[in-house]
């Protein structure tokens, strides 16, 4: 947003990056402006998530694939990755390490 690169930025592209690659949309997607104030894909998937709403956040087919427990809690770090105050923003070696804790076995 402030055009300034840093690591917390790349932390936010990330988050933007896994929320399209779950959910097939993109960060403005037309699909979007449905909703109030024309989301973007962070504002969508927050609000559905504050709705109780995470399934629609994934496209039918990874959500029926599972395990869905794993999924919602990737839709969680992505929503954590891309949150305003760049103070509770997690750096990406906390991220590697979250995705480690997710990795089903």
């Not at 869905?68 to 992505?78: F, G, I, W």
């Amino acid at each position: 947003m402030t055009c300034r690169v840093s690591e917390k930025a790349d932390v936010y592209s990330y988050g933007v990056v896994l929320l399209e690659l779950i959910s097939d949309k993109k960060a403005l997607d037309p699909s979007f402006s449905s909703h109030e104030n024309g989301f973007n894909i962070v504002s969508w998937a927050c609000m559905l998530l504050r709705y109780g709403q995470a399934k629609d956040v994934f496209t039918a087919g990874l959500w029926d694939s599972g395990p869905q427990d794993d999924l919602v809690e990737m839709l969680h770090l992505a929503v954590k990755c891309t949150v305003e105050t760049l103070s509770i923003r997690p750096t990406m070696k906390q991220v590697v390490q979250q995705l480690k804790q997710i990795q089903p076995s």
